[in-house]
């Protein structure tokens, strides 16, 4: 199976910045996108970064010049460095994984889920 821990959230002030982390482990052949995901409960989970293997990036319109995110492959680590951050962007940040996991000597395509870090930005 796979693992993945999200680390890096906590409580900030408006303006301030917080670093997320994001470690896959366990039965990795190769993770293909990592992505961070958001959440207020209740509400639609929406795609806030995504990165490639290869280094390519997407973000969402409401975050761009104000999140960046990379990742270490050797790791299979998934960073998200946000800054300047406003009240609006407090939410459960969840990582995912898709890629390709093996199991005695198979390989299965994989999408898994951290358990999400909480990040709250007061005014």
């Known amino acids: 199976q796979v693992q993945l821990v999200e680390s890096g959230g906590g409580l900030v002030q408006a303006g301030g910045s917080l670093r997320l982390s994001c470690a896959a482990s366990g039965s990795i052949f190769r993770i293909d996108a990592m992505d961070w995901y958001r959440q207020v409960p209740g509400e639609q989970r929406e795609l806030v970064a995504q990165?490639?293997?290869?280094?390519?990036?997407n973000y969402a319109d409401s975050v761009k010049g104000q999140f960046t995110i990379s990742r270490d492959n050797a790791k299979n680590t998934v960073y998200l460095q946000m800054n300047s951050l406003k009240p609006e962007d407090t939410d459960v940040y969840y990582c995912?994984?898709?890629?390709?996991?093996?199991?005695?000597?198979?390989?299965?395509?994989?999408?898994?889920w951290g358990k999400g870090t909480l990040v709250t930005v007061s005014s």
């Open positions: 995912n994984a898709k890629g390709i996991r093996t199991s005695s000597d198979y390989y299965y395509a994989m999408d898994y």
């Open positions: 990165i490639t293997s290869g280094g390519s990036t």
